[in-house]
Each structure stands twice: as structure tokens, then as C-alpha cells.
T-cell receptor
Framework: KAGVTQTPRYLIKTRGQQVTLSCSPI?????VSWYQQTPGQGLQFLFE???????NKGNFPGRFSGRQFSNSRSEMNVSTLELGDSALYLC?????????????FGQGTRLTVV | AQTVTQSQPEMSVQEAETVTLSCTYD???????LFWYKQPPSRQMILVIR??????QNATENRFSVNFQKAAKSFSLKISDSQLGDAAMYFC?????????????FGTGTSLTVIP
């Protein structure tokens, strides 16, 4: 069974540009969550999608947005990039996100904003 | 809001010895789930062990066990017979049982070094 796949693995962008990150969950998983990981702030929850609908949202500005497709693949978009957006972006998938179910993580996309 | 605190940024252990990583959390909820995740240099987070708050018995997975103290809001991870492959960043995480969805609250992590 294939794991959670995130593409691309590395990305370098210029301040002011926008970027789109992709996450393909494990087959059969309908919940996809996104996290930002930085040395100073640790792992912070961005948002979660379930069956193409945003179910939960963290405290990030509107420049961070996402969507989920009918095949459960998800994309995250960051517009007007700032230097502080440099981080490892992790995607996690699970069957439903209820109960003590495990979330499976991808290897992340390392975004560097210059 | 829930907060998770890991007070040990770095820990080290001799191979084959035992080490305990600390985690405390703050919540007003009565039911929740607690997890320990491991993040090796490959960056992929891997579940180590999970605990359901309403279960008094401490969870155990092979060499990994937890000491769950609900009243003290403490959730420590014990690694026995440490192996070189255990070297990684360890994150403690909380998830509500009342709120639908997969939103984890993570601690800041503990970097574990295993000394041969």
C-alpha cells in the first residue's frame, strides 16, 4: 500500500510569488491535514479537508488556502510569499479523523523563500 | 486551546539503556487521545504509540511504553533497550475526542541521540 506522497520535495521561491504544494493520501483515506513545521514554532496546524470540504482551520492568514479533489488528493496554496513562510510543510492522511485513529504523514515539502 | 509542552529539547542515551521523554499537556476536555510520533532525518513522522484518555492502562508497543497520569496531565514515553535506529526527533501530540477532525496539537519535540 503506497504511503502519503507529497510533491515536490523541495521548492525555492521568491518573495511575493505564490506556490502550490500537492499531497496524495493513502488510498481510501478521506481526511487530509496540513501542517507547517519550523524550528521556532514547531508543528502548527493549517487546515484539514474531508470529502472535499474544509473541516477544520488553524490560525493562519488567508494567504494560506487549500482544496481537496474528489479522489481525496489535496493541494495547498500560499500566495504573496513572505520570508517567514520558509518551512517544512507536512501532509497527513487518515480514514476519517475520528477516534484514536492514526494519522499517516508524508515526507513533506521543504519550501525556501528568498 | 490545548497546549502540549515538551521540556527536554535534547536527550541522549547509551545504546541498550532506557530513556524517558517527558510531555505535559493542558486541556479542559475529559476525553482525548495522546500520541508519540517519531521524526527521523528522513522527515517522515511515524507513530510510535497512542493512548486513549479514558483507558487507565498504560499503552505498550514492544520496547516503547508510556506513563499516562491523567490527573497530572502528563504523558511520558519510555524507550527500553535503546537502539541506534531510535535516534530521531520525538513529538508528543494531543487530539480531542469531542471535535470531529484530525487536528493535532504538537509539542516542540525532543531530539534523542543514541550513543553507541
Amino acid at each position: 500500500k503506497a504511503g502519503v506522497t507529497q510533491t515536490p520535495r523541495y521548492l525555492i521561491k521568491t518573495r511575493g510569488q505564490q506556490v502550490t504544494l500537492s499531497c496524495s493520501p493513502i488510498s481510501g483515506h478521506r481526511s487530509v491535514s496540513w501542517y507547517q513545521q519550523t524550528p521556532g514554532q514547531g508543528l502548527q496546524f493549517l487546515f484539514e479537508y474531508f470529502s472535499e470540504t474544509q473541516r477544520n482551520k488553524g490560525n493562519f492568514p488567508g494567504r494560506f488556502s487549500g482544496r481537496q479533489f474528489s479522489n481525496s488528493r489535496s493541494e495547498m496554496n500560499v500566495s504573496t510569499l513572505e520570508l517567514g513562510d520558509s518551512a517544512l510543510y507536512l501532509c497527513a492522511s487518515s480514514m476519517s479523523g475520528t477516534g484514536p485513529t492514526e494519522a499517516f504523514f508524508g515526507q513533506g515539502t521543504r519550501l525556501t523563500v528568498v | 486551546a490545548q497546549t502540549v509542552t515538551q521540556s527536554q529539547p535534547e536527550m541522549s542515551v547509551q545504546e541498550a539503556e532506557t530513556v524517558t521523554l517527558s510531555c505535559t499537556y493542558d486541556t479542559s476536555e475529559s476525553d482525548y487521545y495522546l500520541f508519540w510520533y517519531k521524526q527521523p532525518p528522513s522527515r517522515q513522522m511515524i507513530l510510535v504509540i497512542r493512548q486513549e484518555a479514558y483507558k487507565q492502562q498504560n499503552a505498550t508497543e514492544n520496547r516503547f511504553s508510556v506513563n499516562f497520569q491523567k490527573a497530572a496531565k502528563s504523558f511520558s514515553l519510555k524507550i527500553s533497550d535503546s537502539q541506534l535506529g531510535d535516534a530521531a526527533m520525538y513529538f508528543c501530540a494531543y487530539r480531542s475526542a469531542f471535535r470531529t477532525g484530525n487536528q493535532f496539537y504538537f509539542g516542540t519535540g525532543t531530539s534523542l541521540t543514541v550513543i553507541p
